[in-house]
């Protein structure tokens, strides 16, 4: 037996994805998807949404323009034959907004989970069929069932992520990416709590993009209700002679 | 007949049942039938259809299969012995086995329970040579012979000359020694695997919980794949039956996204349906039918071993929807109406994919939200505005959609609508889709 070390040269060490330098960005082993966005992929472990890991985004108030973060990954994954599942959505999809983000529906699948938010979740993520996996699990999803969660999630090829309330963003979680959403009046910011490499220094500001309609150009802002009462119905209802 | 510990209290066969009684007071007897030894056989053969198509009945319990085309399928002998060997003991047979060159030489030394690997006739020779003149159970007067002659063993019976045996012991023996040494051919009859799937099983206590009757399904299921894959069929919808002892059945059907034909995936499936099922009354017997099955699409194997780890899309769906429902694993279809309520349609899985989608009805132009409440919120006006989480500021020109008489009135439809829409904007950044009819303003979508 000897007694030497192998001689492991220290590049090879520092090339592993689970090794990195505190000054950079981790490099994943697992492919990252752009976020169609080039600032804030710049600030993302392996330039783009990771897959094959678990991604919380903590959102204090919905309907902010958080989706439009996620639309384009997800049109581009489903437009190259993907599919993808929301868990649990805490609204009824729109088909036709929806069609408009480039996401083909036959594969877009609706899991109305109820208290089987996790396990679905974890389902969906372990058979690997599938590219891309929202979930809103709501406020009961416990540690262990997180953990679970990233074991499924690990090594897949698939996008997960998880949205839950900013609430939980001092509470530990086992996501290697956790990012807090708000927004203001013209942009969106994106925090970002945790990730691999270096620790986050500052604040992304998006402008909202793809999904939220944008004053200015073609939508006037109005001052109030510009809207006449609606004629009553059985008024309008009856026939011109 | 008796089981190992009865062995062990002294209990042979051919005792009387008083006898037996007296050596295991706690003896539990049950009477031979036949026809159910002859339909386990059956379902035996079905289920070693996966190893081989070519599968004999040697009744009243023999099974022959001829492994010698599908060595290499396997991976050797000893792997498909193994398999095979693995299988029986999940579906809880303890079969004496032996592989040989010669059917009947097989047969002579599984009864025997040797375990006898016998590749080439030299081995074969020596394994049969061995053997006692009891194996081969020859008629009792046979026997009674071979017992005066002092021949005991099968290889000193084959070195006696053949023509003065003929004489003495009629032609069978000594034809079953040359059919066994392998000299002359010894064709078998075989088990025509049948038309349609439809296996009964009783059980052998009555059971109460769901979950216990996971075992019988695996045995049946473990069958079901073997005669699939012994038909070149997928099967797509299968029926459990119930039977209670009450006499009444109750059906439980399993519907597959995709026909399938693998073992685990039934069982997965089964697992999730059994842990929801509640049982009306105890369950005596189970059945399993396939309804509906197809032809195999043959497919190559993988050059090298590059199959995607996990089950996939359409098997993972299968159980999620056998333990939310049907109705809570669907895909949405656009539908061609202008009302938002009405433009999104849920559809099966299954049946989806083998729609063409088609397109929306509303032109691109128009903004559209990602979410729409399940119906409309109403909301309050403060000093002329709508108000949600703080007064909103409507950020778009009025959108009018209107109309809808055709299905008015109908149960659960949106019927004739007139209302302006507009996109919105609360101080807290929230986009809304807010519309405004004769009854006030509501919410109805959200941008996110």
Redesign the interface.
């Known amino acids: 037996m000897s007694a030497l070390p192998l001689p492991v040269a220290l590049a090879d060490v520092l090339a592993r994805g689970d090794v990195w330098r505190g000054d950079t960005l981790a490099s994943l082993p697992e492919a990252a998807i752009s976020s169609g966005h080039t600032e804030l992929d710049a600030e993302l472990p392996g330039g783009g949404w990771p897959c094959g890991c678990l991604t919380e985004l903590l959102v204090d ?8 973060l996620l ?1 384009p990954a997800l049109g581009r994954l489903s437009g190259e034959g993907g ?1 993808l599942a929301l868990v649990a ?13 480039g996401v ?11 208290q ?1 938010v996790a ?2 979740t974890e ?2 993520l ?5 590219s891309g996996v929202l979930a809103w699990p709501g406020e009961g999803v416990s540690a262990k069932a997180l953990r679970r969660l990233q074991v499924a999630a690990e090594g ?1 090829p698939t996008l997960a992520c998880l949205w839950r309330p900013a609430q939980v963003a001092d509470a530990p979680s086992p996501a290697p990416l956790r990012l807090a959403l ?4 013209s942009r969106l910011s994106v925090r970002v709590l945790k990730r691999r490499g270096r620790p986050p220094s500052r604040t992304v500001h998006l402008p909202f993009f793809a ?3 944008r ?1 200015g150009r ?5 001052a ?4 006449s ?5 059985g008024l ?1 209802a009856t026939p011109v002679a | 007949m008796a089981d190992a510990e009865a062995m062990a209290a002294g209990i042979v066969p051919g005792q009387k049942l008083s006898t037996a009684l007296g050596l295991l007071p706690g003896l539990a007897t049950f009477e031979r039938d036949t026809a159910r030894e002859q339909q386990a056989l059956e379902s035996l053969a079905c289920w070693a259809g996966r190893f081989t198509p070519t599968v004999s009945l040697a009744p009243p319990n023999e099974l022959l299969l001829e492994i010698g085309g599908c060595l290499r399928l396997f991976g050797g002998i000893q792997a498909i012995v193994s398999a095979v060997a693995a299988g029986c003991a999940e579906q809880a047979y303890t079969p004496g086995w032996a592989v040989a060159p010669t059917a009947l030489a097989a047969r002579w030394l599984a009864r025997q329970g040797s375990g006898a690997l016998c590749a080439d006739l030299t081995s074969l020779h020596a394994a049969l040579s061995a053997l006692p003149c009891s194996a081969p159970a020859w008629a009792v007067e046979v026997n009674g012979r071979l017992e005066s002659f002092g021949v005991r063993q099968l290889g000193a019976l084959r070195a006696m000359p053949a023509a003065g045996l003929r004489r003495r012991l009629g032609n069978e023996p000594v034809d079953d020694l040359a059919r066994a040494w392998g000299e002359i051919p010894d064709p078998q009859l075989a088990f025509v695997f049948p038309e349609r799937f439809a296996l009964n099983l009783e059980l052998p206590s009555r059971v109460e919980q769901a979950e216990a009757l996971l075992f019988a399904g695996q045995r049946l299921f473990a069958t079901l794949a073997g005669w699939l894959s012994a038909r070149q069929l997928r099967v797509r919808r299968c029926t459990l039956r119930l039977t209670h002892d009450d006499g009444e059945a109750s059906d439980l059907s399993l519907g597959f996204a995709e026909p399938a034909s693998e073992e685990g995936r039934f069982l997965r499936l089964l697992r999730e349906h059994l842990g929801r099922l509640v049982l009306r009354a105890p369950v005596e017997a189970v059945g399993l039918l396939a309804d509906e099955v197809t032809e195999s699409q043959g497919h190559s194997a993988h050059l090298f071993d590059q199959a995607p780890e996990g089950e996939g899309t359409l098997a993972c769906l299968e159980r999620l929807r056998a333990r939310l429902g049907t109705e809570a694993v669907q895909v949405l279809l656009p539908v061609a109406d202008h009302r938002p309520e009405c433009a999104s349609s849920a559809q099966d899985v299954a049946s989806a994919g083998t729609k063409t989608p088609t397109r929306p009805a509303s032109p691109a132009s128009h903004v559209r939200p990602l979410w729409l409440l399940p119906a409309p919120q109403a909301l309050s006006e403060q000093a002329g505005r709508p108000y949600w989480h703080g007064p909103l500021r409507l950020l778009s020109r009025p959108e009018r959609l209107e109309s809808g008489w055709w299905d008015e009135g109908e149960q659960g439809a949106a019927g004739d609508v007139r209302r302006d829409y507009f996109v919105a904007r609360n101080p807290q950044g929230q986009w809304a889709w807010i519309f405004r009819d004769a009854g006030g303003w509501f919410l109805h979508g959200l941008f996110a």
Do not use: K
């Open positions: 108030r919905s309907s902010i323009g958080e989706m439009s639309l599919w959505p805490p609204w009824v999809p729109h088909a036709p907004a929806w069609i408009a983000a083909a529906l036959e594969r877009l699948v609706i899991v109305r989970a109820g089987d396990w679905s389902q969906l372990a058979c690997g069929g599938f897949r708000s927004a203001d009046d999904s939220i309609p004053p073609e939508n006037r802002v109005v109030g209700p510009t809207l009462l609606v004629a009553d119905r309008a």
